[in-house]
């Protein structure tokens, strides 16, 4: 009788909904700083952990057709393995000031040239002046059925060679039904460029599950921008009907990735720039990743005019082969504003001038397919 009682408990619990909230967890600290860990739960039983280190997200789990919960998201259970010499990769993390390639990291803005350098900050402030996944940024949170997670930094004038102090403000919320929404916005005080994204790598299956050559990858995008020998984007648009880079009808990843096509072998797979169709600034569907066998679906949402699709092409760093990731383990769908957009004035302008506020929405939200 008692374990017919105890069975019964089990099982109501089972079906009682999950407390949606936003939960804290000290995660050690940087430079000085402290970090935490920011868990996020909707009434549904999906989770969303995000640190303040680089904004990163290290987790969503989501379930799949047989109501297991599995984590989608390539990332790691510690900081100290994201502060690794080891590590590489940028998992999950927000990039700025200017998210993917700018030809010969320089551009000119009011007829000064501006040059980049990702270790500008030797020379300069050791804790500030640096990109921004490797920043701790300030958290601040709101809890409820929605938890938000407001996370900001500021990135001063003459960081890595950008010109303006940059404000930065980036909002993730864990929505009623299964989205998490990333809201940008930054302002500035002087000319500058901006372009931020975020760089998680999805495994619909599970972050340690093998390939994802299998699953299926729809991108709303008709044509490529075409990149140089350092697959930097000049300028040049080329449209996918044809060739190997059309995933506008749902494709296996694997099916294409090994083509002749010289931008797939100088990459050793997929490492383009969608132009998204649709008017950029609006909402609207940019790609969408399924897992036939779990029957997981993520659709991504964006109101950026671009899309970089990246199928984990190298062997990734000790720290993540650890946990069993590999080549083609995952793919990154990074909405963003157009690579060497400072550089091309047919590209969707990337200038940010003072009085004017940098905003961009981005949404993943994940489906069971029946």
Avoid at 69 to 93: C, H, I, M
Avoid at 133 to 153: C, F, H, M, N, Y
Avoid at 197 to 219: C, E, I, K, P
Avoid at 300 to 324: C, F, H
């Amino acid at each position: 009788m008692k374990l017919v009682t105890l069975i019964a408990v089990l099982w109501t619990l089972a079906a009682m909904p999950a407390q949606a909230g936003i939960t804290v967890q000290a995660w050690g600290g940087v430079r000085g700083d402290g970090v935490d860990l920011f868990i996020l739960t909707n009434a549904r039983g999906m989770e969303a952990r995000i640190t303040n280190y680089g904004a990163i997200i290290t987790a969503i789990r989501v379930p799949g057709r047989d109501g297991k919960v599995t984590n989608v998201v390539q990332g790691f259970d510690s900081l100290a393995e994201y502060t690794s010499p080891d590590y590489k990769g940028r998992y999950g993390a927000i990039i700025g000031r200017f998210a993917n390639r700018i030809m010969d990291n320089s551009f000119r803005i009011n007829n000064n040239t501006y040059r980049i350098s990702r270790d500008a900050y030797v020379l300069n402030d050791a804790t500030n002046n640096r990109p921004y996944d490797e920043r701790v940024w300030e958290a601040d949170t709101k809890d409820g059925a929605e938890p938000q997670l407001i996370l900001s930094l500021i990135d001063r004038n003459g960081s890595m060679g950008f010109p303006g102090t940059l404000r930065v403000q980036v909002t993730y919320t864990l929505t009623r039904n299964n989205v998490l929404r990333m809201n940008y916005r930054a302002v500035t005080d002087k000319d500058t460029v901006v372009n931020l994204t975020n760089h998680a790598y999805f495994n619909m299956a599970g972050d340690a599950s093998g390939s994802v050559l299998d699953q299926l990858l729809t991108v709303n995008a008709d044509t490529i921008t075409f990149g140089d020998d350092k697959n930097v984007p000049t300028g040049v648009m080329r449209k996918v009907e044809g060739t190997a880079f059309d995933f506008r009808t749902p494709t296996p990843i694997g099916k294409n990735i090994n083509a002749p096509d010289p931008a797939i072998q100088l990459a050793k797979g997929f490492d383009q720039n969608y132009a998204l169709n649709g008017k950029p600034g609006t909402l609207r569907l940019a790609a969408r990743l399924e897992d036939p066998k779990s029957g997981r679906v993520l659709e991504e949402w964006t109101t950026q005019p671009g899309l970089q699709v990246y199928s984990a092409n190298y062997p990734p760093p000790t720290v993540a082969a650890t946990k069993g990731y590999a080549v083609h383990s995952s793919v990154a769908l990074e909405a963003q504003g157009f690579p060497n957009a400072p550089n091309v004035p047919s590209f969707p302008s990337t200038l940010l001038r003072p009085g004017e506020a940098y905003t961009e929405t981005t949404e993943y939200r994940f489906l069971v397919k029946p």
